[in-house]
């Protein structure tokens, strides 16, 4: 199983629609849940980082946690060709055994907004 | 623009020499990640830093990789020998302290032929 896993997509979606992006992850103790965009060819981006249950709304973007679940949503609202992208769930999980500060990241999900 | 700085952007090489890479983290920051991401792959962690010290390096390959964060200067990450298979881009990130957000660079393209 891998550790964060995300659906390939591409998700494809009409102008103005709700994207809605799924991510489920494996480690019961992860503590920091975050979404970064990145467009072809280029860097990650950071969207939203998330802590604790429930909803954390920004803009356009609500990203939803839900540790019973082991479960962490991005949403998109209004959505526009410029959310053309792909989009990276990424983890971080506490290291008893140090201070290690890694991300794990999910293969990300290529979402398409048709215009 | 104070962020993070890696260069060169795009580097070439032939098999078997040595690549550098540099990174200059965002103005304030002192801890350095490093992710490589390779063709049609999700991005996957190297190693983390702070200043002359190497925290995790549990995602670094046992051979011919190594990483540097001096107290003067960029933090390298060095490959050695490098193969086909070394193709790929390399992300620098960094972050204020550890538990923060990590920002990340525009990415090292690296190209073995």
């Known amino acids: 199983q891998k550790e964060v896993e995300q659906n390939s997509g591409p998700l494809s979606v009409p102008e103005g629609a709700i994207a809605s992006l799924n991510c489920t992850y494996s480690?019961?103790?992860?503590?920091?849940f975050f979404w970064y965009r990145q467009y072809s060819g280029k860097s990650p981006e950071l969207i939203m980082s998330?802590?604790?249950?429930g909803d954390k709304e920004d803009g356009r973007f609500t990203a939803q946690l839900n540790k019973a679940s082991q479960y962490v949503s991005l949403l998109i609202r209004d959505s526009q060709p410029s959310d053309s992208a792909t989009y990276l769930c990424?983890?971080?999980?506490?290291?008893?055994?140090?201070?290690?500060?890694?991300?794990?990241f999910g293969t990300g999900t290529l979402l398409a907004v048709q215009p | 623009n104070a962020g993070v700085m890696q260069n060169p952007r795009h580097l070439v090489r032939r098999r078997g020499q040595e690549a550098r890479l540099r990174c200059s983290p965002m103005k304030g920051h002192s801890h350095v990640y490093w992710y490589r991401q390779l063709p049609e792959e999700g991005l996957k962690f190297m190693v983390y830093?702070?200043?002359?010290?190497?925290?995790?390096e549990s995602g670094m390959p046992k051979e011919r990789f190594s990483a540097e964060f001096p107290k003067e200067g960029p933090s390298i990450l060095r490959i050695q020998q490098v193969v086909r298979g070394d193709s790929a881009a390399y992300f620098c990130a960094s972050s204020r302290d550890g538990g923060e957000t990590q920002y990340f660079g525009p990415g090292t393209r690296l190209l073995v032929l």
């Open positions: 998330i802590y604790s249950n």
């Open positions: 990424a983890v971080k999980t506490i290291n008893y055994g140090g201070a290690t500060n890694k991300l794990i």
């Open positions: 830093l702070q200043k002359e010290n190497i925290i995790d």
């Open positions: 480690d019961r103790v992860s503590q920091s």
